[in-house]
T-cell receptor, first 117, second 113 residues
Framework: NAGVMQNPRHLVRRRGQEARLRCSPMKGHSHVYWYRQLPEEGLKFMVYLQKENIIDESGMPKERFSAEFPKEGPSILRIQQVVRGDSAAYFC???????????????FGPGTRLLVL | SQKIEQNSEALNIQEGKTATLTCNYTNYSPAYLQWYRQDPGRGPVFLLLIRENEKEKRKERLKVTFDTTLKQSLFHITASQPADSATYLC????????????FGKGTTLSVSS
């Protein structure tokens, strides 16, 4: 059973370019979460999606960042006009609802390390 | 807002000893608390989840306690091995709705042989 897959693992962009990060959840999981980890800081929640729906984007910057989880295909985190401060590790996690209706345990992918030059 | 603290950035212990990591939280009553392990350059790996109505949970050499009065969780690794060296993250649910997790900054454990 394949785990959460993310690609690319490393991404280098120049300031002003667009970055697209992809995440394929674990088989059977319908919930996807994106987190950002800056150097020397903890993981910070960005956005929570279910298929074709953004459930909670309260942790995502209002500008330049967007996320989607289409009916078919991976979830995409898109960062437009990247700046140096966007350099970080971006992790995707997935979960499935338990009997209580909560998506408790989140399983993480290996992350995409974005470097903005 | 919720705050979660892991009060040791680094912990160094000898092989065979028990490592004890602490996680404290404020301004919140989480439905559950989780511990993850993260190795350099890798994603966090789920270890254990403990619910608010559970006092203790074990998995092999790992033990987690959850004291909702003290607002604290302790994470123990018994008979530690060099392979246990990693950063351990404490996380709690943000709003009891199965959405965001709030993570501590982690404690980096080094086990020397």
């Amino acid at each position: 059973n394949a785990g959460v897959m993310q690609n690319p693992r490393h991404l280098v962009r120049r300031r002003g370019q667009e970055a697209r990060l992809r995440c394929s959840p674990m088989k059977g999981h319908s919930h996807v979460y994106w987190y950002r980890q800056l150097p020397e800081e903890g993981l910070k929640f960005m956005v929570y999606l279910q298929k074709e729906n953004i459930i909670d984007e309260s942790g995502m910057p209002k500008e330049r960042f967007s996320a989607e989880f289409p009916k078919e295909g991976p979830s995409i985190l898109r960062i437009q006009q990247v700046v140096r401060g966007d350099s970080a590790a971006y992790f995707c996690a997935s979960s499935q609802l338990d009997s209580g209706g909560f998506g408790e345990t989140q399983y993480f992918g290996p992350g995409t390390r974005l470097l903005v030059l | 807002s919720q705050k979660i603290e892991q009060n040791s950035e680094a912990l160094n212990i000898q092989e065979g000893k028990t490592a004890t990591l602490t996680c404290n939280y404020t301004n919140y009553s989480p439905a559950y608390l989780q511990w993850y392990r993260q190795d350099p350059g890798r994603g966090p790996v789920f270890l254990l989840l403990i619910r608010e109505n559970e006092k203790e949970k074990r998995k092999e050499r790992l033990k987690v306690t959850f004291d909702t009065t003290l607002k604290q969780s302790l994470f123990h690794i018994t008979a530690s091995q060099p392979a246990d060296s990693a950063t351990y993250l404490c996380a709690l649910d943000r709003d009891q709705a199965g959405t965001a997790l709030i993570f501590g900054k982690g404690t980096t454990l080094s086990v020397s042989s």
